[in-house]
C-alpha cells in the first residue's frame, strides 16, 4: 500500500469484526456424487423466534440420504428472505458449528424476480476442509446468524424460510439445497433463478488474462516497461521516513530453472541509509478475477544483523480519492517476519480493505493471519467475484472475506518490500533483506482454484510463453 500507516493494531482494533463470506468457483467442478445420485435434506431450527430481532439465526444440518459420499464444498444451502428496505445490506456470521466455522461460507444475493416475502437468499456452502459426507450422515449441528450492516433491528417475520415456532431440528423444505448446481432438495420462492451467474454449472465469462514471468535482464530493461510494469523511484510512503525506492535494486535472476526478481531492502539504522524497492503495473485496469504469484518470503537478511520490521507483499490496489472515500479496494498479501504493528514476531496478513482516513487513522478493512514462520516459497492466491475475497496460500484455505470489501473501481498490481520503522534494530551496521517473485497470474472475471492456476502456469511455461497480456483497458 502506497500510502500505509504503521499502526495495524490500531487498525485492526478499529476494522469492522471480521465475518464468513464465500466465493463461487466458476472453475471445473471436483469429482463428486452426480447431481441425479445425490439425495440432501436439510433441518432447519431458529435461534432468534422474534417477530423483529437483532440477528436472524437460522440454524441448519445438511444430511446425505444418498447412496453415494458428497463433497460438501460442492453444496450449497439458500435461505430466502425479504429485505427490510431496498438498500439494506448484511452481514453473515457463524457461531459455532460442528464442522467448524472455517468450513462455511455465506453469501447474499439478489433475486431477479421478487416476492412478497424474498427479494434476498442468504447461501451457505462450504471450503474443501469440510471433507464430504458418508450416505447417512449430516453436518451435524451450524450455528448461523446473519444482521443489518447498519446493526438497525431487523424484520423476519415476513421472510420466506423464516419459522419462529421451529425451535428443534425438523426437515424444511422452505430452503433449498444443491448438490454440482442442481437443486436436491426444497422449493424456492417462484422468483428463485436456478440459473443465476454463481452457478458453478453456469458457463465462465472473462478469461482474458496476465501473467510474466519476470524473465527480464535488469531494471533498466525496456521490455519491463513495454509490458506495463513499473519500478518505482519516487520518493513517499509507506514505511521510514526518508527513505529512498532505488529501482537498481530490483534485479532479476534464475532458480529452479526458472526466472526469478528480486527485491531488496537495506539500511544501516537511519532514513538516508534505507533503501525500498516496489514493481507495480502502470495501469490500474485490474478488477474481479483470480490473482496468483509465487513469492519467496525471507526470515532473515542476506547480510548483517537481523530483526527490522520488514513487510514483504503481493498486493492490488486503487487510489485513495478522498478519507474515507467509499470507492477505495486494496487486497493484501503482506509477510512481516520479524513482527510489527504490535506483533512480537513472524505474521503472514492477507486484509481487504474498504477505506481508511490516513489522519485521524481510522479505518474499515478484514483481515485473516496466522503466525508462524513463512520463510521460503509460496504460491499465493487471491479470488474477487460478486460475492467475496478469498484468500489461498499453498493451495490450502486461508480466508475468506466479506462482500463488503468488494472492489468498486480497478486496480493496479503490485510487490514491494519495506521497512515499518527502525525501532526493531537499532543497530548502525548494514543490513539487506530480499523478496523474490517467480511469476504473476491474473485472470480477468474468473475465479480459478490453486489447481487451476498451477494448471495455467505451467501450460504457459510448457509452451515457452514468458509473457502475454490480454487484459483490456478499464
Known sequence: MSTRPTGRRTRAALALTALLGSAALAGLPATTAAAADGALTVQYRTGSGGATADQSEPWFKVRNTG??????????????????????????????????????????????????NADRYLEIGFTPSAGSLAPGADTGDMQLRFFRSDWQTLRQSDDYSFNGAQTSYADWNKVTARLAGATVWGTGPAGDDPTDPTDPTDPPSGGQTLFDDFGYTSHTDPAISAHGWNVRSNSGGPGVPGATWDPSKVTFSTSG???????????????????????????????????????????????????????QTFFTINDLKAPMADDYAEYDFEYLPNGGWG???????????????????????????????????????????????????????FGTHDAAYLPERPMSINFNQWLIDLDGQTSTTPRAYDQQVDYVLHVKDQVLTPAQVTTRINAYRGAGTSFVDEVPAS
Not at 539500511?267 to 474481479?288: D, I, Q, Y
Request: aromatic letters at 12%.
Open 343 to 397: 506483533e512480537p514476531s513472524n505474521i503472514l496478513y492477507t486484509t481487504s480493505w474498504e477505506t481508511y482516513d490516513p489522519d485521524p487513522w481510522q479505518a474499515v478493512n478484514q483481515h485473516s493471519e496466522s503466525r508462524r514462520s513463512f520463510a521460503g516459497w509460496h504460491d499465493l492466491v487471491v479470488t474477487i467475484d460478486d460475492h467475496a475475497i478469498t484468500y489461498y496460500v499453498d493451495g490450502q484455505h
Open 257 to 311: 530453472g526458472n526466472s526469478v526478481m528480486n527485491l531488496r531492502t537495506s539500511t544501516a539504522g537511519t532514513g538516508a541509509s534505507t533503501v525500498h524497492t516496489e514493481v507495480l503495473t502502470r495501469s490500474t485496469k485490474f478488477r474481479n478475477g483470480t490473482y496468483a504469484a509465487r513469492v519467496r518470503f525471507s526470515d532473515v537478511p542476506t547480510y548483517g544483523p537481523d530483526g527490522d520490521r520488514v513487510v
Open 67 to 116: 447412496s453415494s459420499p458428497v463433497q460438501l464444498s460442492q453444496v450449497k444451502v439458500r435461505y430466502y428472505f425479504k429485505a427490510d428496505s431496498p438498500n439494506a445490506s448484511y452481514r453473515f456470521a457463524c457461531s459455532w458449528a460442528v464442522k467448524g466455522c472455517s468450513a462455511i461460507t455465506g453469501t447474499f444475493g439478489t433475486l431477479a424476480h421478487p416476492t412478497a
